[in-house]
């Protein structure tokens, strides 16, 4: 079956450090992926895509790897702050032309302690 | 720029009424879709369209119509409401997905939350 997987449903980490949040799929064929930061009682808000041919992308603190042999994707916050603390989704397609709906993993709490 | 506009924010409805989520956005987006959203299961797909008058199923659409007679809207419909539909539902828009420059990065409204008693 199809699985997206986020590994942990919440992370503590402290203030500086880096956080590092994980994406598994399993028996999609994605051509791309994307990763959204959700504050609560908000909507998800998009961060950063990444292609199936891109092995990694970055935007200020932001770095996203894709290892399409690996089905994974890492998501990294350098020097975290309080105010990263934020559901992350990740998210992708299921076909190779990118014309379906995305597909949303169940989401990774990240909490940065000051 | 209003971007996605949910309406209403909250509701509560009996088991058996009927109700409408709307949605609506002013950026011209080809491609909307519906979401819910419940703890411990994630975003889930409930319908999607690509463009006006063509809508289609996403992962859970049992208990829910949509309809797309313009460009802007993309009501959700619940027609007979149950206690499993109490949720926060949200609507996404995006430019085609199938374009190749196109990122797909979807918009989102702020949710409407449902409470089905």
């Known amino acids: 079956s199809q699985k997206i997987e986020q590994n942990s449903e919440a992370l503590n980490i402290q203030e500086g450090k880096t956080a590092t949040l994980t994406c598994n799929y399993t028996?999609?064929?994605?051509?791309?992926l994307q990763w959204y930061r959700q504050d609560p009682g908000r909507g998800p808000v998009f961060l950063l895509l990444?292609?199936?041919?891109?092995k990694e992308k970055r935007k200020e603190r932001l770095k996203v790897t894709f290892d399409t042999t690996l089905k994974q994707s890492l998501f990294h916050i350098t020097a975290s702050q309080p105010a990263d603390s934020a559901t992350y989704l990740c998210?992708?397609?299921?076909?190779?032309?990118?014309?379906?709906?995305?597909?949303f993993g169940k989401g990774t709490r990240l909490s940065v302690i000051a | 720029n209003a971007g996605v506009t949910q309406t209403p924010k909250f509701q509560v409805l009996k088991t058996g009424q009927s109700m409408t989520l709307q949605c609506a956005q002013d950026?011209?987006?080809?491609?909307m879709s519906w979401y819910r959203q419940d703890p411990g299961m994630g975003l889930r797909l409930i319908h999607y369209s690509v463009g006006a008058g063509i809508t289609d199923q996403g992962e859970v659409p049992n208990g829910y119509n949509v309809s797309r007679s313009t460009t802007e809207d993309f009501p959700l419909r619940l027609l007979s409401a149950a206690p499993s539909q109490t949720s926060v539902y949200f609507c996404?828009?995006?430019?085609?997905?199938?374009?190749?420059?196109?990122?797909?990065?979807?918009?989102f409204g702020e949710g409407s939350r449902l409470t089905v008693l």
């Open positions: 990444i292609r199936e041919n891109e």
């Open positions: 998210a992708l397609d299921d076909g190779g032309s990118g014309n379906t709906p995305l597909v």
């Open positions: 996404a828009s995006s430019y085609s997905p199938w374009l190749v420059a196109n990122t797909g990065e979807l918009f």
């Open positions: 028996n999609y064929s994605p051509a791309y």
């Open positions: 950026m011209n987006h080809e491609y």
